[in-house]
């Protein structure tokens, strides 16, 4: 029995899964970088733990390896054109930051200031599997704020829910 699974077949069922849009950023002695990504989910609360996956033929996986520290911007259907930028559209890393504005953390990372939630974290684990790398963090600070709404991503557009549907707990 064939149980195997093509990488378009993958892919389109993927993308019909909805998922938080996500600009992901380092900034320390290796440089600064940046891009954007839906695959960050936590790992566990103790300690505070998080993960996001980046495609390991990305010109920044250096950078973001060797400072060892990264910082997920959690976007708002406002960032819609920054999310484009960090995915890509622009290369220039100075002119992606250049379009939005930026607070300046304890560790040297930088936040998008008007971002959902902002999660600071050091590079614990760096693990390639396939063709993305894993980057596991600790998180050391957390930004947020009380207001707006996710921008989401299915089925290959950005997307956003008006209004909160509940909770399943937590």
Not at 17 to 44: E, L
Not at 59 to 88: M, W, Y
Not at 95 to 108: E, F, M, Q
């Amino acid at each position: 029995m064939d149980t195997s699974v093509s990488k378009t077949e993958f892919r389109n069922a993927m993308a019909r899964v909805c998922a938080p849009v996500n600009v992901i950023t380092t900034n320390g002695p290796h440089g600064r970088g940046g891009f954007t990504a839906t695959a960050m989910c936590s790992v566990t609360d103790e300690p505070p733990t998080l993960l996001v996956c980046m495609n390991s033929r990305s010109a920044q996986t250096g950078i973001f390896v060797e400072n060892r520290r990264f910082c997920v911007n959690v976007l708002t259907p406002e960032h819609k054109d920054l999310a484009s930028c960090f995915a890509g559209q622009q290369s220039d890393m100075d002119a992606r930051y250049a379009t939005a504005d930026w607070v300046n953390l304890s560790s040297g990372n930088q936040a998008l200031a008007d971002s959902m939630v902002s999660f600071d974290c050091n590079l614990i684990e760096a693990r390639l599997v396939g063709t993305h790398n894993i980057l596991i963090g600790e998180v050391v600070e957390i930004r947020s704020r009380r207001d707006g709404h996710a921008l989401l991503y299915f089925d290959r557009n950005y997307v956003h829910v008006p209004t909160q549907s509940g909770s399943f707990g937590g």
